[in-house]
């Protein structure tokens, strides 16, 4: 059987070197050392000058509203995953969807002044399968409007724009680190900002509010990682430079392989230096999207309709029409693509696909 992803396992014993020096310690959570180590780690790993591990990628994404105090609209993509939106929703912001780009499928920069009002107070998009935005043109318009811009950075460890991380551009940037991404934690995200007072107040909200331990600073949750999987982030954080090698092969491989195949890709632009963090291909109509996902599960090969549904049919936000992202939710397809996916593998994958569109 084969799925669309598999989480990456390090060598036990690099694991188990860490778990030791946690019995050792008996320090198990609360910004322990390997939490610290990790965010420095990562801090140098990405160049960015501020980073908290916190326990998952939608507490990042909350985390990101409320400490940016944002109220009423924020725009966003209908093409991502549910949590994008549902967090606007949860910190009682009203998301505005602005169709997608159908070259690239993140949000299209042309269409979002159009979506602006007085309401307006940010920007929320979503590097789509880790191809980055038009984050020039996002930023031209939020300083416009003087609205803040975050980035749902799910997706998009590792990818670099004009020779810096992704996670350079915007206000702030959410990372998950969900046991299926590219580089994980098992659970974990993380929240990424350039400003030290936006970092200091993360630091608090992070934790409690606390400020010492019979003071409150101001209000909190708890959006703490532990020891445990600060220590899976550690040895993966080793196996990433191999990981991100092993995806451009592997990317390589169908694309040759399905040259022939009657369906695009999303178009990854200039300057960009792409993660390779899933293989989407987009099929002409759902119906051919259908056959060939019969023909996969007939070899037992399991892939996932990401995104789909397309976010604006959710029955908490406010009715709008994105025609864009509603027609290609229903014919984007990501094929397996993960660490050790063998070439021979993939091999037999496409053969599925192109029968599939030949019978
Ligand atoms: C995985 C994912 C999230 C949520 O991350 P969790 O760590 O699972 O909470 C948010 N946005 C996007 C685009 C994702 O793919």
Redesign the pocket.
């Known amino acids: 059987m084969i799925n669309v992803t598999k989480p990456f396992l390090p060598p036990l014993e690099e694991y188990e070197y860490y778990i030791k020096g946690i019995w050792k310690r008996e320090w198990l959570t609360n910004n322990g050392p390997l939490v610290n180590e990790l965010e420095l780690r990562l801090k140098d790993y990405l160049d960015v000058p501020h980073l908290f591990f916190v326990s ?3 507490i990042a ?1 909350q985390l990101a509203i409320k400490v940016l105090g944002l109220k009423g609209e924020i725009i966003t993509t209908p093409f ?2 549910v ?2 939106t549902s967090s606007i929703v949860w910190e009682g912001c009203i998301p505005v969807f602005v169709d997608i780009d159908p070259a690239t499928l993140n949000i299209d920069p042309a269409l979002i002044e159009a979506a602006i009002t007085s309401n307006t107070t940010a920007i929320l998009a ?1 590097h789509v399968y880790g191809n980055p935005c038009d984050v020039d043109a996002i930023q031209v318009i939020a300083d416009k409007y003087n609205l803040k811009v975050i980035y ?1 950075g ?2 998009a460890f590792g990818t670099n724009y004009k020779s810096k991380s992704v996670f350079s551009y915007g206000d702030l940037n959410t990372l ?1 680190f ?1 046991a299926t ?1 590219l580089f994980h934690t098992t659970e974990g ?1 993380a929240i990424i900002t350039h400003d030290a007072s936006v970092a200091k107040e993360i630091a608090h909200m992070r934790n409690f509010g606390y400020d010492g331990p019979e003071h409150f600073y101001g209000l909190g949750i708890n959006g703490k990682n532990s020891e445990f999987h600060a220590a899976m982030g550690l040895c993966n954080l080793k196996y990433v430079s191999e990981i991100l090698l092993r995806r451009k092969e592997q990317s390589e491989r169908y694309n040759t392989k399905l040259l022939s195949l009657k369906v695009s890709k999303p178009v990854i632009k200039l300057h960009i230096e792409y993660n390779y963090s899933y293989y989407p291909i987009i099929f002409e109509s759902e119906q051919a999207l259908v056959k060939a996902v019969e023909a996969l599960h007939g070899v037992y090969v399991y892939p996932r309709r990401y995104f789909y549904p397309s976010l604006e049919t959710l029955n908490y936000v406010p009715q709008q029409k994105v025609s864009i992202s509603s027609d290609h939710s229903k014919r984007v397809l990501c094929l397996p693509l993960y660490h050790d996916l063998s070439l021979e593998e993939i091999d037999m994958i496409c053969r599925a696909l192109l029968r599939s569109q030949n019978y």
Do not use: E, I, M, R
């Open positions: 998952n990628g939608t994404l991502s995953f949590a994008t979503t749902d799910a997706h998950s969900h991404k995200g």
